[in-house]
């Protein structure tokens, strides 16, 4: 099976095979070096000196964190979304209660850093934004220093990122662009399968921690903060997951990031590339911002998505998502983190090739 | 390493196979297949005709999602306690601005029904009552069907239940005996290891859903439901622990719940009667209520509680646990869930028993 879809990811055999280890006490001294010596990785690659906590659960619950601990019922914050991922943010700070402000963008596009500032100008009771570095629903990553440099250094505001698709596989530094809370999850770059999500959290978002008032226990840092301390979790954490995220660190910092992000730029360019010469057009708008981590392609007027979708699957064994929400049917999505190789999507290309006629598709 | 604390519990090694099982796509027909499959097994494991919800995440997430999707801030509830994890819900209930009568227990004993009914009856405008099944911290078992003859048939109140360390293991009617809400997690009778946990959900607090007024997103059981009408879950999940669950499930009903359970009395008892023969105490008040899932043992006066336990570990390799909270130090813990063997027990008996004399202990 090719699964090119963007997360799950294949995950290398070395590092499944960690799954398979026997269970440890999570409250003994074997657990306690795992957990150090996993937080201090990830903080490598999130480049921060703050705090990375590990949830176990998806990539929403880390957003919801990020969310929960920082905001209080009635703030006002503003969500620049670019996709179905991003209206997520909005989704869960509405249900919290926060007054959520939506500045959105036309799927496609990337974040309009003026627009940003705009608005930040026309809602000076801003206390925090939200945004996502590389949005999975539409391949399309922001930029996010820029954003940042308008967040933080402009305006001085409290900046909740969805780093889901994009920490470990495309460069993001924490702490130099003034990320207060970065949610991301196991089963993209990190080479993992699903089940855990990582939050970054910076001294201004503790500060925020101290004065927030939206309800939380599972998801609460303080809890993580205070079990940390004892080299403990604060609930029975995902142990075979650990195991395998203290093998796929290993890897990613052997191989160091500046390689990592060059091999996701690398694949990204060969992608979009092979899609062209298919005669099929991205989806994103402009290629300057178009996503290392997942390529979304239009479908070509007169194609049946589904069908495209199903035969790639049921003829090729090659596994590629489809839209999501209003963008369903409008496109199809190639996944291409961690180790994925040119022959990879050569044969995802080739599988496509074949389809495309059975789907409706003339050039 | 004989890993005897309440779980993670030692997994069998065919499950532990399943857990390096290559990624497949989570929103594809064979997640499907395996979802379906799963929330139908454990539905005769629960023995409902309702939901059955699985979660990525703690035990302690499917506890707030209890809570979170059936009750509104200012609710009042009882939440009736005999141990560390029965105080949990208490914490989760209050951060979520219920009104929460904490009735408490000395720790060691079960629930008096008695005193139960008249909590109820002095707080006529009760909502909901939550109660632990097998509390983990002090080995007690609270008679499930007597207590919700209470809840349930004389007055009627919304029943939520910590189920964690009793599911799979000891007997339990989620219909029969009316509960509502019942949470549970994969590291313990379910012979997983931990990452995932299990919500079960009756008619009755669908109706408590519809108006709840608690916030939630990631633990909203609407979001699961939705998503489950077409075969899919509303976040990606753990993967790896859902291949790992088909089997686990098939080799449980295989057997029959009722075998199992048998297993877990027979090895419940065997670990009593041991710990009694090395001249020591059950923690347990009163041996009809020790759980026959994790047997709770008090240290003897001028035993060092932390050296007997880090004796077993460095010495013998077995893993126990100590007390939590108020109990640190009073008590030890073996656990006994899922394929615990006599042999397993005997060898962890003849560590203590030989480790004993060095953490202080004369007869």
């Known amino acids: 099976m ?19 280890k026997p269970m440890i006490n999570h409250r003994g001294p074997e657990y306690k070096d ?4 996993a937080a ?5 690659v999130f480049e921060t000196e703050g705090d990375v906590w590990i949830i176990t659960g998806s990539g929403t619950a880390a957003m919801e964190a990020a969310v929960v601990n920082t905001l209080s019922p009635g703030d006002k914050v503003i969500n620049a979304t670019i996709g179905v991922f991003g209206n997520r943010f909005t989704d ?29 100008g026309d809602e000076p009771d801003v206390k925090a934004v939200m945004v996502t570095h590389n949005e ?16 933080k250094g402009e305006f001085d505001k409290l900046l909740l990122v969805d780093g889901i698709s994009s920490v470990a596989s495309i460069p993001i530094s924490t702490d130099a662009w003034g990320l207060d809370a970065v949610a991301t999850a196991s089963q993209k770059g990190w080479m993992l399968p699903p089940g855990l999500a990582f939050l970054s959290f910076s001294e201004r978002a503790w500060k925020a921690r101290a004065e927030s008032k939206m309800p939380k226990f599972y998801l609460d840092v303080e809890q993580y903060r205070k079990y940390y301390e004892i080299g403990q979790p604060p609930y029975t954490p995902s142990v075979s997951l650990m ?13 160091g990031m500046g390689s990592v992000y060059e091999r996701h730029a690398a694949i990204g360019q060969f992608t979009r590339d092979g899609v062209r010469s298919l005669g099929l057009e991205l989806f994103a708008r402009d290629e300057s911002y178009a996503s290392n981590t997942v390529t979304a392609v ?18 090729h064994d090659v596994i590629v998502s489809g839209g999501q929400a209003s963008l369903s049917g409008r496109i199809f999505r190639i996944g291409h983190m961690g180790r994925t190789t040119e022959s990879d999507i050569e044969e995802t290309l080739d599988a496509i090739r074949q389809t495309l006629p059975i789907a409706g598709f003339s050039r």
Chains 1, 2 share one sequence.
């Open 2 to 20: 090719n699964l090119r879809i963007p997360g799950p990811i294949p995950v290398p055999e070395d590092i499944l095979r960690e799954m398979s």
């Open 34 to 37: 795992l957990l150090f010596g």
């Open 40 to 44: 201090e990785r990830l903080k490598r």
């Open 92 to 120: 869960i700070a509405s249900a919290y209660g926060a007054d959520v402000v939506t500045l959105s963008f036309p799927f496609g596009e990337a974040i309009d850093p003026d627009a940003l500032r705009a608005a930040l």
């Open 136 to 151: 999975t629903s539409t391949g399309v990553a922001n930029d996010l220093e820029t954003v940042a440099g308008v967040v």
């Open 243 to 255: 195991f395998a995220l203290d093998t796929a660190l290993d890897q990613l910092l052997a191989e």
């Open 298 to 315: 239009s479908i070509p007027d007169g194609v049946d998505a589904a069908a495209l979708v199903s035969g790639l699957r049921t003829e």
